[in-house]
């Protein structure tokens, strides 16, 4: 029987260990190849297990408490032993949270400076109101009749 070599596609014989047209060492392919084809099931808990909907559902109700959230994050983020998939959602979450307070504290002290602005501005603390007098129309528009007419 002739197998091909799984690096160029020659045609080898049965018992030969180097490919005789690219030199690859074809024992350790083969053993390559059928490790490939195996297929292994991911452990049904762990550390690589996927979350499911009630897991996701829970995280998000422990998420919506203030105060304990941060604290969970960080402790999911920094649990090496945990599951790698909440360990992710967490490190995320952090980083969401970064950004955050970031944008917060930027837009923050630009409202401080404009507050600042605009007491150094008009620093009586005056308050400016426009009023709009409507003019009598009567005396500026003469009417085809009189008003006294009934």
């Not at 799984?6 to 045609?11: F, I, L, M, P």
């Amino acid at each position: 029987m002739s197998r091909q070599c799984n690096q160029c596609g020659q045609e080898v014989g049965h018992e030969d260990l180097y490919c005789i047209n690219c030199g690859v060492l074809l024992k350790k392919n083969e053993e390559n190849n059928i490790q490939a084809h195996k297929q292994t099931e991911p452990p049904k808990g762990g550390l690589y297990a996927p979350l499911s909907l009630g897991d996701y559902l829970l995280i998000g109700l422990i998420l919506a408490i203030p105060v304990v959230n941060i604290i969970v994050l960080f402790i999911w983020a920094l649990d090496k032993h945990g599951n790698l998939n909440r360990r992710n959602l967490a490190k995320a979450g952090l980083i969401y949270l970064g950004i955050c307070i970031g944008l917060t504290v930027v837009f923050g002290i630009g409202l401080v400076r404009a507050v600042r602005l605009d007491q150094r501005m008009y620093p009586e603390e005056k308050f400016y109101e426009y009023y709009i007098e409507h003019p009598d129309f009567e005396e500026w528009m003469q009417l085809p009749y009189s008003t006294d007419e009934t």
